[in-house]
Structure formats: C-alpha cells, structure tokens
C-alpha cells in the first residue's frame, strides 16, 4: 500500500472476511483512495486510539483520548455490520461517542437486507448501509461525505494558525519598550557645556553695547 496524496482520501474499512475485505479494498482503490484494512471492530478501535475504552465493561464510561501516535487522519470508516466480538453498530456507537472522530463519517455493510437494522444504523449516526456485494457505484455517493470531513478539516487547521498568529502578535504589543537612559556622567558634561554657551552669548550683547555710540544729545530739526 502506496503512500497517499493530497488529493487522496483515506479510508478504514472493517469485516471480518478476508475476500470481503479484499473486494471494498480493490474498489476503493480504483475510486483513488488509500485504504487501511482491519478484520474486527476492536483493531479498528486500536487503529484509531480508542482501544483502551472499549475494553471498559461500563456503558457509560467516557471515551478516551486518542493516543498521540495515531497521527494519521482518516475521512471515513466502512464496516460490515456482523462481526464477532463487536459488531458494526457498535464500532459506530463507539465511533460517535468520541469527540475526536464522531465527525467522521461511517457506513455499514451487511449481507442481510433487515430495515430494523438498517434504520437503527441510520438513527445512530451512519452516513449509508449498503447491501453486498458493494459495487463501484454504491462507492460514488462516498465522496461528499469525504471531501465535507476534508473541508471541515482543513477549516480547523486554518483556524488554529490564525489564532497562533494572533497570540504571536498580542504578545509582541504586550513587549515593554525600551527607554534609553543616559548615564549619569553624560548629564553632568551638558551642564557646563550649556552654561558656558549662555556666558558666551551674554558677552557679545554686552560687547556690542560698549561699541554703539550714543546720541542723546542730538536734536533733530525740521
């Protein structure tokens, strides 16, 4: 099994027969997608991290978190519906009982045409049932359930960046700026600097009056 593209959705698909399973993986592959195969519910739990809360006897024991190396990402799970040890319905409770993948879309297969069961599927949150053998064309009506998990997917992703920028740029306004402050002896040096200008100044008005001759006495006739 090649490694996908981007263009490629990844799908995980359960049943406990090894042709079933060889036929939805030959037809997922020619509507281009990567497939990851496993043979029971509880390995497609393991699969996505999940495996520890379904070994919990209690019902209302809350799901676990999914375990940190599962970073693969999946866009949808198909699963037959009669499986020993844990059927399709409850790979699907599990699955929709997770906060982590309860937005992925799941559909269940079965030989066995039983509406009961088809609309207790539907009920629970299943996307499609398909009756075997799936054909090529049941597998069309999968991809907008893909591309919306896809979208959703990437949305989060932008999402996360741009409040990861935000933050980056709060922070940088919330720096304190710097105040250069002169040394002490600096000060000191401008004083006498300033002081001595002021003398200077006050030297040459006084000069310039002792030069200027005066006229007081002097009347002007008309």
């Not at 036929?23 to 043979?39: A, F, H």
Request: net charge negative; proline share 5%.
């Amino acid at each position: 099994m090649g490694m996908a593209t981007e263009s490629q959705f990844h799908v995980l698909a359960v049943d406990d027969s090894l042709v079933d399973r060889k036929m939805i993986e030959r037809l997922l592959q020619k509507s281009s997608c990567q497939v990851t195969t496993v043979d029971s519910g509880s390995k497609a739990l393991e699969f996505l991290g999940l495996r520890e809360s379904n070994e919990s006897n209690d019902p209302n024991a809350p799901s676990s978190s999914p375990v940190t190396h599962q970073e693969i990402e999946i866009n949808l799970i198909i699963t037959d519906y009669c499986m020993p040890g844990m059927t399709g319905y409850d790979l699907l409770k599990r699955v929709k009982e997770s906060a982590a993948f309860r937005s992925i879309p799941v559909v269940i297969m079965s030989s066995e045409n039983v509406p009961a069961r088809i609309s207790r599927c539907l009920e629970e949150g299943a996307e499609e049932f398909f009756l075997k053998p799936v054909k090529l064309a049941d597998l069309t009506k999968l991809k907008p359930h893909m591309m919306k998990t896809k979208l959703k997917k990437e949305s989060e992703n932008s999402a996360k960046e741009d409040n990861a920028v935000l933050k980056h740029e709060i922070r940088k306004e919330e720096e304190p700026s710097v105040i250069e402050v002169l040394p002490l002896h600096q000060e000191v040096e401008q004083e006498p600097m300033l002081s001595n200008n002021k003398r200077k100044a006050m030297e040459e008005v006084i000069s310039t009056d002792r030069s200027r001759p005066k006229y007081n006495d002097i009347t002007t006739l008309v």
